[in-house]
C-alpha cells in the first residue's frame, strides 16, 4: 500500500506563508495527477489543489485561488503546496494523494497541520 508523508505545516499569523510538502512510496507521484487535500475541525475533507502529472495543468478550489500554488518535482517524488497570505479560515490538517473525490480514497497519509493564529 502506497505510505503519503506530508510535511511542512506549522503555526503561522494571518497574512503569513507556508511551503507544504509531500512525498510517497514507489513511483506513483509521477504516474498520475495529484492533489493537496484539507480537514478543518469538524469539517469534511476538501480538494485544495490539483496537478497534472507532468505539471503543466493545476486546478484550486474558488478559496485557494490567488494564494496557494501547486507544484511537482516527479524526479524527486515530491509535490509541493506554497500557501501565502495565510487566514484562520485555512487552518486545518493537510493532506496528498491522487486526485480524486475525497470519499473515494481510503488510504491517507497522517497529515499535516496549519494553524494560522496570532
Known amino acids: 500500500q502506497v505510505q503519503w508523508i506530508e510535511s511542512g505545516g506549522g503555526l503561522v499569523q494571518p497574512g503569513g506563508s507556508l511551503k507544504l510538502s509531500c512525498t510517497a512510496s514507489g513511483s506513483i507521484m509521477s504516474s498520475g495527477n495529484m492533489a493537496w487535500y484539507r480537514q478543518p475541525p469538524g469539517q469534511e475533507r476538501e480538494m485544495v489543489a490539483s496537478v497534472s502529472v507532468a505539471g503543466s495543468a493545476t486546478t484550486y478550489a474558488d478559496r485557494a485561488k490567488g494564494r496557494f500554488a501547486i507544484y511537482r518535482d516527479n524526479a524527486k517524488n515530491t509535490m509541493y503546496l506554497e500557501m501565502n497570505n495565510l487566514e484562520p479560515a485555512d487552518r486545518a490538517s493537510y493532506y496528498c494523494?491522487?486526485?480524486?473525490?475525497?470519499?473515494?480514497?481510503?488510504?491517507w497519509g497522517q497529515g499535516t497541520q496549519v494553524t494560522v493564529s496570532l
Open positions: 494523494n491522487e486526485l480524486n473525490e475525497p470519499k473515494e480514497i481510503h488510504n
